[in-house]
């Protein structure tokens, strides 16, 4: 058995991440801003540590992460402003990785996305741009660190139940994949160490999401 905190822990993906993993016997601690979501996560089976990702400095995080075994960072700004974005996708993703290394967390799985990196493509006057301009910068942070990362790139995000099949792919034939299936994968490279230093694209498809992330190392 092992302890993960859960960064976001009350987005989608994150929540379906909880189930899971508590499920399988693991300890989870779910990071999150706002306190009336407290009962939610409760209920997923985590521990709630209600807190602003943004004010968090990094001494603090590593005092919330240590004694953990492993992070995932599944949080996001919700694209609200570009301020608000480098400030949460780039800025405290880069402090929690910092702060892993510090608390001795070592295992790092970071929910990125399809086509993630300094070649996004995206253009400037796209609102996706700053979302994009963060992600490649804490993406590259963290190839760059010295912890056990793992970069996850799903597709686009649907609230479908999931398939439990996945195609492993940076060129995949579908460009979307269940919120469900992202959290089982994330499950999935936890628990596999061979995926650490990797970087994984996937999209919904026809081999069982274990077997998909095996075949791809």
Request: glycine share 10%; no cysteine; hydrophobic share 40%.
């Amino acid at each position: 058995m092992s302890r993960v905190a859960i960064i976001g822990g009350h987005g989608k993906v994150a929540l379906h991440l909880t189930k899971i993993l508590t499920g399988q016997g693991h300890q989870v601690s779910s990071l999150f801003r706002n306190p009336d979501h407290s009962p939610e996560v409760e209920q997923a089976g985590a521990t709630p540590v209600v807190a602003d990702l943004a004010e968090l400095s990094k001494e603090q995080m590593a005092e919330v992460f240590r004694g953990h075994d492993a992070v995932v960072w599944s949080a996001g700004s919700g694209g609200s402003s570009p301020e608000a974005t480098y400030a949460v996708d780039r800025d405290a993703a880069i402090r929690s990785m910092d702060a892993a290394k510090e608390a001795a967390v070592g295992r790092y799985v970071m929910v990125s996305y399809l086509g993630a990196g300094k070649d996004h493509g995206v253009p400037e006057d796209n609102g996706f741009f700053h979302y994009a301009e963060a992600k490649a910068a804490a993406d590259e942070h963290l190839r760059n660190s010295e912890l056990a990362w793992t970069i996850l790139g799903p597709g686009g995000l649907t609230t479908d139940a999931g398939t439990g099949k996945i195609e492993v792919s940076s060129k995949p034939q579908n460009d979307s994949v269940p919120r469900e299936d992202v959290a089982h994968v994330a499950a999935v490279v936890l628990g596999n160490l061979g995926t650490v230093d990797r970087t994984i694209e996937f999209t919904s498809g026809d081999t069982p999401i274990a077997e998909a992330v095996e075949a791809s190392l």
